[in-house]
């Protein structure tokens, strides 16, 4: 079945340090893909996504690139704010649009002053 | 527009013990999904709704049970609490690309 793999935290960063949390996933076909953060006591909001094969998704600073070829889907900040800190999620839909999603386990970012 | 809204946030329950967790959104969406969070396990699909009427089971359906007699309405029934069961459940109703989340509810099971 569909699965996704991401690096175990805690990341303690300094801020304006650059920031990269890996995931890589298995699934057939072309699936969407995901990062949601969860800030303490909320629940999860969609950050980006990308839909296809060389899609890059970015928001509030954040920019991850869909890699077919590696299976990846890395998430990436130029410089990290104290702001960003909370546990950040990789997930994938098996088809466009697609009703299910597939988490990862989780990365918990901590920025520090 | 609320969004989706989970209640209780909280609650304690003795091993078989029963209760229902309520989810409600008012986005209109067609899909609606529980999901418990364990830590370093990611969040795993409990049952999910394409629509009034249809429920289907997920990864981790065991000790659930869900209906789905409105849109806006998803309550999660456990059966006979057991301390398995203690985590953290989200409710999430999702049109589209982007699924929305409730803020949770904490079960502790004793």
């Known amino acids: 079945g569909d699965s996704v793999t991401q690096m175990e935290g805690p990341v303690t960063l300094s801020e304006e340090a650059f920031l990269t949390i890996n995931c890589t996933y298995t699934a057939t076909g072309y699936p969407s893909l995901f990062w949601y953060v969860q800030y303490p006591g909320e629940g999860l909001q969609l950050l980006l996504k990308a839909t296809k094969a060389d899609d890059k998704g970015s928001n509030k600073g954040f920019e991850a690139t869909y890699r077919k070829e590696t299976t990846s889907f890395h998430l990436e900040k130029g410089s990290v704010q104290v702001s960003d800190s909370a546990v950040y999620f990789c997930?994938?839909?098996?088809?466009?649009?697609?009703?299910?999603?597939?988490f990862g386990g989780g990365t918990r970012l901590m920025v520090k002053p | 527009n609320a969004g989706v809204t989970q209640t209780p946030k909280f609650q304690v329950l003795k091993t078989g013990q029963s209760m229902t967790l309520q989810c409600a959104q008012d986005m209109n969406h067609e899909y609606m999904s529980w999901y418990r969070q364990d830590p370093g396990m990611g969040l795993r699909l409990i049952h999910y709704?394409?629509?009034?009427?249809?429920?289907d089971q997920g990864e981790v359906p065991n000790g659930y049970n869900v209906s789905r007699s409105t849109t806006e309405d998803f309550p999660l029934r456990l059966l006979s609490a057991a301390p398995s069961q203690t985590s953290v459940y989200f409710c999430?109703?999702?049109?589209?690309?982007?699924?929305?989340f409730g803020q949770g509810t904490r079960l502790t099971v004793v």
């Open positions: 999430a109703s999702k049109q589209g690309y982007e699924a929305f």
């Open positions: 709704s394409v629509g009034a009427g249809i429920t």
């Open positions: 997930a994938l839909s098996p088809n466009n649009a697609g009703n299910m999603l597939t």
